[in-house]
């Protein structure tokens, strides 16, 4: 069964610079994909990124990128020039598409994000 | 954009009762999903539907039934409510078969059962 991992349960950054929250995953599928998510405090989880594991160009969304190695089975995400408003609980989940009624998503255990003024 | 509207944000009941929380989206969407969230565990999944009527076993479905009868709505029941089962409690929906398409949740419902 697919694992994830997010090592950090909480992060701090300093407002307008940059934090990476780490996220890593166990699997012996070729073809999946990767998402972060963000759950602001009391507010309704939202996509940040996605990542289709066939590409190798790493995917981005304005301040948010991916770092994403396969061989590692890594997929970090990078935000820069942090806001206020990025304070969150950031989640990592991988999905295969080898199962088209998508029940198969796994998601980590989340990572705290604090931004600081 | 899609929207999945959940009953209740917060919710006290008693141990014992049997407790509904609602869901329902907005996008036609196949899949819909029930997930409970705990601090350091992450989200786990209950139990999910690919269609109307049909459901499956997430990772804990113990405690818990579901029922979709119409294709927007889907319902997780606590059939006999226990203190373990304090938690949050987040619905998402997902269109079938496009598997670059994530999932689309509710606000969630923070449930306490005394």
């Known amino acids: 069964a697919q694992t994830v991992t997010q090592s950090q349960p909480e992060m701090s950054v300093q407002e307008a610079e940059t934090v990476t929250l780490s996220c890593t995953y166990d699997t012996s599928e070729s073809d999946y994909y990767l998402f972060w998510y963000k759950q602001p405090p009391s507010r309704q989880m939202i996509l940040v990124i996605r990542?289709?594991?066939?590409?190798?160009q790493n995917a981005t969304e304005n301040r948010f990128s991916v770092n994403f190695q396969k061989a590692a089975k890594s997929f970090s995400l990078k935000i820069s020039d942090s806001q206020l408003g990025d304070a969150a609980m950031y989640f990592c989940a991988y999905r295969t598409p080898r199962d088209n009624y998508g029940q198969n998503f796994v998601f980590g255990p989340g990572t705290r994000l604090s931004v600081l003024p | 954009d899609v929207k999945v509207t959940q009953s209740s944000r917060y919710l006290v009941k008693r141990t014992g009762e049997k407790v509904f929380l609602e869901c329902v989206q907005d996008?036609?969407?196949?899949?819909m999903f029930w997930y409970r969230q705990d601090p350091g565990l992450g989200l786990r999944l209950i139990y999910f539907s690919y269609d109307v009527k049909m459901k499956e076993k997430g990772d804990i479905p113990e405690g818990y039934s579901v029922s979709r009868e119409k294709k927007e709505r889907f319902s997780l029941i606590l059939e006999s409510a226990s203190t373990n089962q304090t938690s949050m409690y987040l619905c998402?929906?997902?269109?079938?078969?496009?598997?670059?398409?994530?999932?689309?949740f509710g606000d969630g419902t923070r449930l306490s059962i005394l």
């Open positions: 998402a929906s997902s269109p079938r078969g496009l598997g670059n398409q994530p999932q689309h």
């Open positions: 996008m036609d969407h196949e899949n």
């Open positions: 990542q289709e594991a066939y590409k190798q």
